[in-house]
Nanobody, 121 residues
Framework: VQLQASGGGLVQAGGSLRLSCAAS????????MGWFRQAPGKEREFVAR????????DYSDSVKDRFTISRDNARNTAYLQMNSLKPEDTAVYYC???????????????WGQGTLVTVSS
């Protein structure tokens, strides 16, 4: 399975961005989708996840009520809508797939290349 993340960019604090993650190859419909981010000098951290059928979602406390994860299995694409962005949201964002229901990055099997989000104050 190949994942292609896109949609990053430069935005002012309080603004919004929508990230996309397009999947190709393999049988991916029963994978849970996760979004992670890594800020400069920091470890990769969990942001959000969604079950394979979209019925269950989970968010880190730092993004809850601001970010929304979604997926369109017909289009093999997942999204991360990010609202009320803060400078501390600045990071490279990665999408990933896992056969588990987990926040742990080591249990994700497939990763996108990352897309940079920069939030200016």
């Amino acid at each position: 399975v190949q994942l292609q993340a896109s949609g990053g960019g430069l935005v002012q604090a309080g603004g919004s961005l929508r990230l996309s993650c397009a999947a190709s190859g393999g049988s991916k419909r029963r994978y849970a989708m996760g979004w992670f981010r890594q800020a400069p000098g920091k470890e990769r951290e969990f942001v959000a996840r969604m079950s394979w059928n979209g019925g269950t979602t989970d968010y880190s406390d730092s993004v809850k009520d601001r970010f929304t994860i979604s997926r369109d299995n017909a289009r093999n694409t997942a999204y991360l809508q990010m609202n009320s962005l803060k400078p501390e949201d600045t990071a490279v964002y990665y999408c990933a797939l896992t056969g588990w229901w987990t926040r742990m990055s080591v249990q994700y099997n497939y990763w996108g290349q990352g897309t940079l989000v920069t939030v200016s104050s």
